[in-house]
Nanobody
Framework: QVQLVESGGGLVQPGGSLRLTCAASGRIIRINDMAWYRQAPGKQREFVAGIASGGSPNYADSVKGRFTISRDDAKNTVYLQIDSPKPEDTAVYHC????????????????WGQGTQVTVSS
């Protein structure tokens, strides 16, 4: 019903920059929360940043001041600007969206993308 596709990952040097994009498509009535998570090898998936529709962004302490989340509701897209990355930011980055798919329902369902690899290395 709903697909989330991430793009923009790759190899970046420490201190560089990268912009991730996540586009949602399918049967979408409305999207509420959108967020980025990441999972490094051997570690659990962790929250990176999130933003609600019309709301303020929030960030994990480890990325505050370096990462910026934004969204374009007309395009059902969420972005993650990564500045001054560190080697410990290396992970697969996944986006998540809370989507309303039925007109007369108040329910939102969480959908996940497959992820995009970000590797920070010199």
């Amino acid at each position: 019903q709903v697909q989330l596709v991430e793009s923009g990952g790759g190899l970046v040097q420490p201190g560089g920059s990268l912009r991730l994009t996540c586009a949602a498509s399918g049967r979408i009535i409305r999207i509420n929360d959108m967020a980025w998570y990441r999972q490094a090898p051997g570690k659990q998936r962790e929250f990176v940043a999130g933003i609600a529709s019309g709301g303020s962004p929030n960030y994990a302490d480890s990325v505050k001041g370096r990462f910026t989340i934004s969204r374009d509701d007309a395009k059902n897209t969420v972005y993650l600007q990564i500045d001054s990355p560190k080697p410990e930011d290396t992970a697969v980055y996944h986006c998540k969206a809370g989507v309303k798919t039925m007109t007369f329902s108040r329910s939102y369902v969480d959908y996940w993308g497959q992820g995009t690899q970000v590797t920070v290395s010199s």
